[in-house]
Every structure is written in structure tokens, then in C-alpha cells.
């Protein structure tokens, strides 16, 4: 693995300067605090659709910059660290993801260039109950006259209540790994409603209805019955940028821990002095280490389209996933009482720490899949 | 393409006035500068690509075949002709400069980078050749030596660093005592003033191979008055003398390389200080940098690369259920937490390899791997025990099959890998204290 380019560190700068100075962690106080249904702000989006976000991961040909996973990764990892709320991961990351993929020329030249410019928001609808099991998907594709009829339901849709198409994965025929087709439908579609779910990270996530949806054979992306494998390369991308963005989160709440136990006196003294304090930052800080090499091997991984992706990405989202459910904990722990506070933004990590913890797969279930590739 | 912008990427042209730091700003770097970045790495990569030919050319000439896959350890067990093969294998490294090959040739090294001394090391292993030089100089070429470059005089490397890199001079290092263990700065072996020599009156321990080496690097107390750290210095003196006898240290896993060694009216040439008077503790410092990075390798201690998978050692002694799941849930976990311990550690070493490509400084987060490649190291031999059931109890003799006397000898060994080279509780509150900038405590009582 090699360190991040002189490109990579450039666009990390770029990146924390504006989100640090236009979307820092206020701003998401502020975004919650209005309301707001999209539970982003318009202006956040539009910025980053400016900044030229939404076209990281496309080729050139279709309008984008092609610039690859690690590099998204390391301005998912300063969104993180704010906590800016928008559709960039779910949309540009995941969604465009998937047309790479699954799509043909024809999908990628209609779909890429809207999703860089902002006009489609993508998201991938894979989930159907409480636990991430892509293996057991259940909603039903038929076939219906040239095209495919869909039925069933998906949940914990991320920005499922403002994406305009999702990429959903459906039942063809088969079980277990055999006989999935991922389609793309759009949200305006006949029979497709959905419904927003209140999460307590306050961010837009939703449960999604397809009731006898009609879709045409050309919203298939990929292979029918053959979409398992992309799915799972699909899956592997969602979660190493997820990884990415944890990271952020997990690097600015021990931040402000660490500043926290330079300035917060007692006993006449900070408390970063006493040595149960500093050797537990020493751990964490370890941790967060050994974190950031996982994160950065697995985004690597897939823009050098390397056999390890699986493993690297499971190894990724299980030890981010470890750092960050630590971190969140020590973050209200060592602040003490100010950190159980709605005022102080400790609870902002907390929540949103175990909001990314389930998506994609958690802790236990990525090193399940990670023994399973090991082969024990 | 936008022809107004001939390095655009092509989505949407650059907006006047467009306050925000857009991803195309990366462009910025001409074309011209790109390019000659950018040759100026290929031409690096073709130079290391034929530094990598002619390293395996001569390889194959001079590397005795007889010697191919034998560990490095072999003096003293082999027959005759192997120890004349090796005795040539090693005086043609020598010759070569390969011994500690990032040295400068005129103190016996190559005066190559580390990615061609890492070139040469790929080689080596690819054909089942090693460098035994650093391990037969003891302390020489991985810390001694490289701290000698650093502080030494040129009269002093002229002198020591040609045995070292030959592998013909034993080194060892008289650091810890009795009463300086991880505070090391309390010591009290004391060199005096006597003349053309300082004479030395102490007990050190824990002085590895102190008992087989030709040279001892000693940390001394040269002035009792002044505060702890400020009054050390770091003298080199010979073993072969009076004044100098060691005893070895036998230890809950058996035998071991170390040794007690104790200096009674011991001898050490002025001219052999390294490094000015009383500011000792600063070389020492640099020392133990070196040290730390020698031990970041999360390797079981005696552990081999021809070893069955760790996976593979457990599905053989707790079998697979239907699903080809570890039968065991429980050890299962833990398994996969080890092993992925042991793989994001590997990654971090990578990361920092490559984030510290051509900077010389020892890197800071040092004091992170050696903690990290601790808990491998000791969880993977207590994780192996326990996959071992009651095989993994064995002491000696032949109910017990040697992969599994020797995991013990990981495991008993292993509980040293946290003590020493500043032990675990050390490293954190280096970590704290200098990576994180938190303060010492004040508190009293």
C-alpha cells in the first residue's frame, strides 16, 4: 500500500478547510434543529456538486474526474469529521458505484452524468429487515409481459425519502447467492411509495414499498439472476467509503477528547496528567492508527482491483467499526457531565457512531465474512 | 475537453468567481511539472528495477547452495563444510558491503538506500539466502552501529563499525541494572576519571549475549551529583578484561541469551565515549529509537515462515462444524480478532514505510508498532496454547510434537516482549506524553 499522493493530501486539505470553515459540526446542529424533511441542507449539496464531489469516482467520458475510491475516501473521511449531512456517499459514492459495476454504456451515459450534476440522487435499497443479510434477499421480481413486475419491501434506506432512482436488489429466482438482479426503479415509479423513519443521528433515512412495480427489461444493471457478484463488489465499495467516513468521525471526537484532557482542570491540575487518562488516550490512539491503515488498504484495494477487496473491506468496517464504538463512548465518558449535554456535540458523534455501525454490515457480521474468506 | 482548459476534467467548466475549493483545482500543477515528477519516478523505478537484476545475478554467484533454506542460527550446529560455506558466505557479504548495506562503503557497508537493501533482502529470501551479519554482531549493526554513525567521531567509526559490519565483532549493551529497569535513568554503575581510561564499578543486567561478545556499549554514571539524567555518559569498552565477568540468566522458559554482568575496576578508553561527557541519556534516547524499530515486527520470538497457517493449526486441533466454521464459537472470535489485529498492524508498518519514503528521521509512531506487535505476539502464542488443548501444555519429550514445544517457548518468552525495550506501560506514556502532548502529572500524595 502507498501513502496518500500529493494529489490525495491536496484534495484532504481542500476538503477539511471547507468543511471545517462552511459545514462544521454547527451546521448540522442547525440543519437538525430546523426540521427540515430532506435532513440535508440544499446549499451543503449544492456546494459539493460544485466542488466537483459528485464526480469523483466517474470517468471523464461520462462528466466526471475519475479519480478513484481512496481519493473519495479521504473527503468522506472530512465529512465525517463534521458530520455534514447530504447525499454524497449514498448518491456519488454508492449509487454511481453501482452503475460502474452493473451497468452498461447505455445506463452509464443516461444515469452517470446526472448523478455528477446532482440531478439524480441514487441510493441502494438492499436491506429487508433488521439485520444486513444481502444473501436472504426476499423482495420478489417476476416477469410481467418484456419487462419484470417487483413486490416487496426494503428498509434503512439511506436518503431514501430524497433519492429520485434506487438501486434495488430483488429476487429473480433461486436462493442464497443465486437468482438476484439488482434494478434500477425510479422513486416516481407506479407502486413505489415510501415513508421516513426517524433515526436518532437525524439523518435522512427511509423504508421503501414496491407494490406490483412494473419495470422495463432496460432497468436491469447487470445480469439477471447474476447479480449477486455485483452486489457484493457493490457492497464492499459502500463499505469502504463508510469506513472512510467513520474514521472522520471517530478522528474528530478523540480530537476533542485530547483537547478536552488539555484544558479541563481538576484537582488542580488537567487531566490529561493523570496517567489512567493519558494511557487510555495512548490506546485509542493506537487504535485509531491501526484504524486509518485498514481504511486506507481497503480503498486501495479497490481502485488497484486487487484479490483482497473482500477481506480488506470486512477487515476495514470491523476495526473502524471497533475505533469508533471505543471512541464514542470515551468521548462522553471523558468529558463527564458537560458530554451527556444536547448543547455540547458529544451526543452528535455517539449517535451517529452507532448509526453507521449497522449499515452495511456490523461489527459481527464482517468478521464472520472475514473468517468465512480465510477460510475458517 | 474544454479547450478553454486544457487540464479540465471535463464535467463543467471552472464558474468565475466561484469561491470553492474545486477538486479541479489539482490541475493546477502544469503539465510540465507533472511530467517531470513523474519522470523522475520512472526513471528511480527502472534504476531499482536493474539494481534488482544485478543483485540476483550476484546472488547466484556467490551465495553457497549448500547453505540455501539452513537457519541463520546454524554456528556451532553444523558439520565442517557448512561452517566453511558459511564462514565464506559471510566474508563475501563482507567483502561486499552487504552486511549492513545502507553504511557508508567506507565503514564496511554499501552506501546504498533502503530500497535497494530492501531489493537485496527480497532476493535473499526468493532464493533462500539470509544476511547472518547483524544477528553475529550481536548489538552492532542494529543499534550500536547505527548510533555511532550518528554521534561517533571519525576516529571512533574507523575503529568499531568495519567489525560490526563484517559480523566479526560481537556487540552488547549494558543498559538495564538490577535497580534500573523502565527507569533506566536511576542507574548507578559508576565510571571514574582515571587518566587515559575511565574505570567502571557496577552490575549490569539483562546484557544479551554479553557473555559471547568482544564489546560492550555501557551506560555510566560519570557524574553523581548532578540531576539523574544529566549525569550519564555511553562508553564502549572491550569484554576480554579483568575487570569484566558475566554470568548467564536462566529464565521461566529455560535458557536465554542474557546475562548478568558485572565490572570491577573494568576499563574503558577515554577516546571510546560516545558522544560528549554527561549527555549520555540523549544517545541512549537515540539508541533505544533504533531499537524500537528493530522490534516491530510482529513475529512470534523463534517463529519460522515455514509454520502452517495460524488458521490452519487451529481447524487441525478444534475442527470445522458443517458450514466449515471453527467448531469452536468461542476461540473462533478470538481467532478472527487476532488475525486481524495481526493484519491492520502489517498494513500500519506498510503505511508507514511508505509515508516515511526517503525521510531518515525514526519515525515517531515507533513507540505504537512496538506496542501493537506486543499484543500479537503474545496473544498469538496464548491463542495457540489454547487451540492446543492439552498438546499445548507440553514441557519436554515425545508425547508432544516440536511445533508444539516450541509454543511454549513463545509463550514463556514471549512475556518479556512487554518489558523490555521500554515496557508497555512505557511506551504509553511516551505516546502521551510526546506524540500526544499531554502533560506530566504534578499531583502529590
Redesign the interface.
Known sequence: ???LTE?QS??RD??K??VTE?SPVQKFREMRDSGIESKFTPDTWQ?MI????T??L?P?QY?????GYLTFGVILEEVGRQLTASPLFASAFVGASAVLLGGNEEQKQAILPKV??GSVILTLAVDEGPRHSPKKTKLVAERSGSGFKLTGNKTFVHEGMTATDYVVAARTSGEGEEGITLFLVSASADGVSREAVTTFDSRGYANVHFDGVTVSETTVLGTVDQGYRVLEALLDRARAGLGAEMLGTAAQAFDMT?DY??TRVQ????I????A???R???L??QM??????V??ALQAIDDDADAVPKLCS?SK??VGDFLHEMSNQLIQIHGGIGMTDEFDAGFYLKRARLLEPSFGNRAFH??R???L??? | ?MSDSPSC????PW?QG?D???????YS?STLQYNEMEGKRMSKQVALEEFRASTKTWLEGNFPKTLVGSAMGLEGEADDSMKADFELWRQRLADKGWGAPTWPAEFGGAGIGHPEAKIISQEMGKMGAFNPIPLMAGMGVTMVGPTLLEYGTDEQKAKHLRGMASGETRWCLGLSEPGAGSDLASLITKAEDDGDTYKLNGQKTWTSGADISQWCGALVRTDSNAKKRDGISFVMLPMAQDGVSTKPIRLISGASPFCDTFFDNAQAEKSDLLGPLNEGWSVVKRLLQHERQSQTQARGPGGSTKKPSF?QI??DYVG?DDS???ADGDL??R???H???S???G??V??IT??A?GKVEVSA?AS?LK??ATKIAQGKAELTMELMGSQGVGWEGDNYTKEELDNVQDWLWGKAISIYGGSF?V???I???N?????????KG
Open positions: 500500500m502507498a501513502a494529489e491536496m484534495i481542500q476538503a478547510s471547507w462552511q456546494a460544485d466542488m466537483g464531489w464526480g469523483i466517474v471523464e462528466g466526471g474526474s475519475g479519480l455528477v450534476e485530547l484532557l488539555k484537582f488542580g491540575q488537567v490529561g496528567s493523570f496517567q487518562l493519558g494511557h488516550a495512548a490506546g490512539f493506537g492508527e491501526l484504524s486509518r491503515s485498514c486506507e488498504a477487515l470491523a476495526k468478521r464472520d472475514y473468517a468465512r480465510l477460510g475458517f | 475537453m476534467s471535463g464535467a463543467r464558474r466561484d470553492l475549493p474545486i477538486i479541479r483545482v489539482k500543477l488458521q487451529a481447524k470445522v466449515g466454521a471453527l473462533r472470535v481467532l478472527i480478532d488475525l486481524m489485529d493484519e491492520a498492524h498494513l500500519t506498510n503505511r511508505a509515508e519514503r509512531a505504537i506496542n501493537s506501560e511506551q504509553n506514556n505516546i502521551s506524553k506524540i500526544l502532548g499531554l502533560p506530566e502529572n504534578t499531583q
